[in-house]
């Protein structure tokens, strides 16, 4: 019997590409330490969490993956690729998800905010060769646009967050935002089937563009959950703790 390992990392990749934005948004790819700093695992957060022993079980179980397949799989992508490389890949993935963006500021209410969105995605798009040079960091009224996903829209639209749910191979979130990422996957143009009628479409193509997005996010997603859990007495309500902080600080960006 052939070993299963191989395709259950595809399938692991692909699920934690498919909905981009709300989970890969929250752990920005390019952590800040001075942000980490800031969030207290100690800190008082007003956060239901009847869910525990289930959301223990599976933070353990997601631990656990990040340690043994993850891990391996995000260190082999970065010594193969070199960190031009991984930066121009990544810039292209981002100014991929622009609808998700510009969407959502427009749900908002931030009209000005989603016209610096589109221009940011046309400056990126032609001077930056298709978004992998982010020319925009070079543009002072473009370098630093808040990022908007699904998850803080319907924040903005003062709809509870609810309870604390921890999803297998995504990570922590809750309710709202689990809501939030059908949204955010309806919106990321690496769904969309563009050339449904072609044969094979689907799998040789969305599912290899969403592995390779899945591998090019895993350094920083990685980077930033080993920040959070360094140290950590119960890595649990750290996690959690600064989870629920940094949502709520965007929400009110």
Known sequence: MKPRLPLLL???????ASAPSARAQKTPVRPDPA????????????????????????FKFNDGLYTYALRPISKGYVAV???SGREGIDNFFQNLLFPIRVVNCTLQGKFRRAGLETGKFAVNTVAG???????????????????????????????????????????PGTVRDTVGLVGDYLLSPT???IQQNVEWYRWKVV???????????LPGVLKTYDAVRKDALNPYIAVRSSYVQYRE???KQ
């Open 207 to 217: 599912t290899g563009v969403n592995v390779v997005n899945g591998v090019q996010r």
């Open 81 to 83: 690729v070199p960190a």
């Open 129 to 171: 060769l298709g978004g992998f040079i982010r020319i925009s960091d070079d543009v002072p009224a473009l370098a630093s646009v808040p990022r908007e996903d699904t998850g803080q829209t319907l924040g903005v639209w003062h709809i509870g967050r609810g309870p604390y749910l921890v999803l297998p191979f995504f990570g």
């Open 35 to 58: 942000v980490v700093e800031e969030m207290d695992e100690y800190a008082s957060v007003d956060i239901s969490d009847p869910l525990e022993p289930m959301n223990r079980a599976i």
């Open 10 to 16: 595809i399938g692991v990749l692909v699920a934690a």
């Open 249 to 251: 600080a965007a929400i």
């Open 191 to 193: 769904n969309w089937d």
